[in-house]
């Protein structure tokens, strides 16, 4: 069995798909490397997929589906996985070769212990077009370092700090069983990948390591803050799918106090840029989709809306009138330089 299998979704990627199947090709044999070919037609990368199998046989697997979106290609991606963990790294990312190896000797380490690893955090880095300093995001704070670790050892997450795809190696076996399935035809489902196996992870290891580079700059990603606008309902979909997740779950999930806050204020943060998203979009139409949304959390789960309704980002986000909508706007802008996302 392979120690770690990396699935990369791949569309219309030819540009740069082979920097982030070289970089982790390093991993040698302990490593397999799904190349997912989400229904490419417009450039190489299904010719690109198939020349990697061929040439490293025995670490390369080569993925044809119909195109359904990133979410299709990482349910493929765990479908055809047969690693003891699961990595997604998108096809424009890549990772650093002595975080990587350091990756790899943990998990080798930690797999024949006594307690089942559920999921191994590392740091990520933005590498965004045009800047020279590149902003890592790490858990110190937040994480025990070093050792293995449960829900109620997890310190405070700052606001916008969560672990996301891009921290995250899940065991395969948690992520098959707990029934994962993205939805497809749908952007922003990464927020659901490290949201709905949260109540599966009982243990976990933070390896302080600068590992995964996410590549930020290009006019049409999809965390591109125009095409965020223009694809909401997706935004929206998912966060109502989150919404529902957190609501039918509540009853088990709050015995586990600091899960339950995890994954509260993760929903917290994920509603509030929704919310200055329909209100940076300016169009009436979309000022009520804001509404429809709140009300959506309030007619699933009274007191969740509540507390997040009348919370700090929750009152930043609903405040009346054109002027209140400007100084929440004004409040998200800052949040952007702070923590660099978009």
Known sequence: MKLLSV??????????????????????????????????TKDRTAEIADEYAAKYPTIVKAVH?????????????IDNATGLYFKVVDSDDWVKKEAYLQVLDTLRN????????????CNYVYEKEGEKKKKVIHYRHSLPVGKIFTWEECRHFQKGHYILMHSVIFRTKLLKECGIRLPEHTFYVDNIYVFEPLPFVKNMYYLDVNF????????????NEDVMISRIDQQIKVNKIMIDYLAERKAELIKQKRLYQYMKNYLEIITTVSSVLLIRSGTE???????????????????????LRYGIM??????P????????VEGYKVAQKIFKFN
Not at 65 to 77: I, M
Not at 212 to 218: C, D, L, Q, T, V
């Open 321 to 328: 009138g054109r002027c209140g909508r400007k100084i929440s």
């Open 314 to 319: 929750g009152e930043a986000m609903n405040l």
């Open 110 to 121: 930690l797999a024949g212990g006594a307690e089942a690893l559920d999921m191994l955090i």
């Open 285 to 307: 139409e979309n000022l009520a989709k804001k509404e429809e949304l709140w009300k959506y959390l309030q007619e699933k789960d009274k007191k969740l809306f509540k507390q």
């Open 7 to 40: 699935a990369i979704p791949c569309y219309n990627s030819e540009n740069y798909m082979r920097n982030c199947i070289e970089s982790l090709l390093v991993g040698g044999e302990d490593v397999e490397i799904i190349v997912v070919d989400d229904g490419s």
């Open 212 to 223: 995964y580079r996410y590549y930020i700059g290009r006019t049409d990603q999809s965390v």
């Open 65 to 77: 589906k119909a195109n359904g979106g990133h979410g299709s290609a990482v349910n493929a991606g």
